[in-house]
């Protein structure tokens, strides 16, 4: 059974950084085995969203709102899947979830039904 951790989150002051990242367990060719590797986040009372995903072939994808500012990757020594934030803002204020799949039969960017497996989630507060 695939099991994702995620850690870092924390609190910040606006403009400040972090670094969240996804530690996958109980599956024995760790994040390459993949297809889709992503961070959702979700804020009370909203909807799960996407905020960055990356293909198994290395491309990248970015929700518009942190474009620029945040930066997802894969750390294949540490078999992490990382974020790192920076520009923080106040609405980035989440709950940040990694999600993967190893399934390739939809696009990465269908939404959070897509993905299969799940983390419990790391709690992210920028204040301003």
């Known amino acids: 059974q695939v099991q994702l951790v995620e850690s870092g989150g924390g609190s910040v002051q606006a403009g400040g950084s972090l670094r969240l990242s996804c530690a996958a367990s109980g599956h024995p060719y760790s994040f390459y085995s993949f297809f889709c590797m992503g961070w959702f986040r979700q804020a009370p009372g909203k909807e799960r969203e996407a905020v960055a995903y990356i293909y198994s072939g290395g491309d990248t994808r970015y929700a518009d709102s942190v474009k620029g500012r945040f930066t997802i990757s894969q750390d294949n020594a540490k078999n992490t899947l990382d974020l790192q934030m920076n520009s923080l803002k106040s609405e980035d204020t989440a709950m940040y979830y990694c999600?993967?799949?190893?399934?390739?039969?939809?696009?990465?960017?269908?939404?959070?039904?897509?993905?299969?497996?799940w983390g419990q989630g790391t709690q992210v507060t920028v204040s301003s």
């Open positions: 999600a993967a799949d190893f399934a390739g039969t939809t696009d990465c960017g269908q939404g959070p039904a897509r993905y299969k497996y």
